[in-house]
Antibody, heavy 121, light 108 residues
């Protein structure tokens, strides 16, 4: 059974960088058929896909247009996990952040528990 | 970006009834890339249906999906109290993934 365990701070100051990690058990971040995603949810924006990373002989990343200029998603093969960095955050980035696995880009079958990140001074 | 519009906003039904949830896309979607999720308060979304009509592992056959092109439907038959939740459709096109705004299903 795949499990995703999220970690990171729940409070970030405006203009700083939001950093979260998602530890994978039961699968590999280097899987040739899965991809590893970050998705957030807020009352104003609903469920919003942010980006993903995946390995197909080399590492790839896809990012949502809305955050493309300030997002980085990186795999960590040593720890079997992946991370999210979102730069220059504003209060509009306040949301519950989820990590999730997708299979072939079709659907998200396993999710992390979610972390509420509040952007406030 | 493909926008998904779900309707109605809320459904209030009694146990044993059938819920019909609609998801309309702003442009045509490949059948392989349309999925449905159930979310209960304080939990992550749970995959119900993928590829328009394929039930995920462990999902009862009371849940069924249909549709093509721009119009898709999730049907929940023989409603049970545990079906009370928000339901989302989700699509993938051109390396961008989007969700609908959700439909709240209340069981009376």
């Amino acid at each position: 059974q795949v499990q995703l365990q999220q970690s990171g701070p729940g409070l970030v100051k405006p203009s700083q960088t939001l950093s979260l990690t998602c530890a994978i058990s039961g699968d590999s971040v280097s899987s040739n058929i899965a991809a590893w995603n970050w998705i957030r949810q807020s009352p104003s924006r609903g469920l919003e896909w942010l980006g993903r990373t995946y390995y197909r002989s080399k590492w790839y990343r896809d990012y949502a247009v809305s955050v493309k200029s300030r997002i980085t998603i990186n795999p960590d093969t040593t720890e079997n996990q992946f991370s999210l960095q979102l730069d220059s955050v504003t209060p509009e980035d306040t949301a519950v952040y989820f990590c999730a696995r997708d299979m072939w880009g079709y659907y998200y079958d396993f999710w992390g528990q979610g972390i509420l990140v509040t952007v406030s001074s | 970006e493909t926008v998904l519009t779900q309707s109605p906003g809320t459904l209030s039904l009694s146990p044993g009834e059938t819920a019909t949830l609609s998801c309309r896309a702003s442009q045509g979607i490949n059948r392989s890339y349309l999925a449905w999720y159930q979310q209960k308060p304080g939990q992550a979304p749970r995959l119900l249906i993928y590829g328009v009509s394929t039930r995920a592992t462990g999902i009862p056959d009371r849940f069924s999906g249909s549709g093509s092109g721009t119009d898709f439907t999730l049907t929940i038959s023989r409603l049970e109290p545990e079906d009370s939740a928000v339901y989302y459709c989700q699509q993938h096109k051109s390396a961008q993934w989007t969700f609908g705004q959700g439909i709240k299903v209340e069981i009376k």
